[in-house]
């Protein structure tokens, strides 16, 4: 592994130690009745190194340990043929109890990359033990970063921890997006915010340790209940967005997001500015998917033109 890598531990060894040491899974540290939790075929690991290279980014460094894998990166965007795409592949196609992931994303100075899944991440129901995660993002001065991913699908009694660790330059940029939605709720409705415990912790720091911010979503719906104005209320689907940038960038995206609650069509959304100026988060409420994705896609339309000029692609057919 190059120089770009930022491990000095194995990397699901941080998942583990993750999911002992948060204090909403104490009461789920039993094991597994089929496989032990983070043995190998449930540690998955996936590093990706881009770097500037003359007119293009590539995907100069690619590590991984199954279930986690990434491939190559495509050069799919007409608007933007010198970035980066990379499709984030989890051989297994959900998450079950005992599954430890790890996920490192560095850009080199100037480089320019959008990553995201190959589906939505399903986290099944468990009867013992949990599912732990771990993301670490790093950006070098003026690179820039689409971390999209398909929605997060907990189902019900589904145990997750996960914990993302930013470290960016002044002058980088990175949009990072999370959208949570519910299990078969039509079939089954108490998957509608039926898991156990949903822990999403996000912190970010400029090199060399400033921070700059933190923000935990804790979601326990037999402790605190989610229909309630101020948390879910009538809406059964969250999408969180994070855009760090330039304080010029931030503002121009804020003068042209908006902010509203439609209760007929089941939507509500709005932007607020971050601490220290590193940057916008935009929220997202809606009682259906589709119309959160859309939100989601109307914001990353504006925050791609704003900072490169350029417009983001059509939608794949299958999306």
Known sequence: MSALAVTTLPPWAAAEALGRSAPELAAFQDEPPQMKSGAVGKTGFLHLGFERRGRRTILADLDYRIPYRAQRALYCDDAM??????????????????????????????ARAHVTTQSATKIHSMDANYAAQTQTITLADDAYLEFLPDPVIPHRRARFVSDTRITLAPTATLLYAEILQPGRKHHHPEECLGAAVMSMALDVARPGGGSLFAEKLLIEPQRHAMRQTGVMGPFDVFGNVLLCTPKDSAERIWRRIGADVDAANGLAFGACRLPNDAGLLFKVLGRETQPVKAKV?????????????ARVPPPFLWR
């Open 81 to 110: 043929p010198d970035l980066a795409h990379v499709f984030m592949i989890t051989t297994t196609g959900c998450l079950l109890q005992g599954d430890r992931l790890a996920l490192e994303i560095v850009l080199a100075a100037g």
């Open 297 to 309: 896609r109307e914001f990353w339309s504006v925050v791609r033109e704003e900072i490169t000029g």
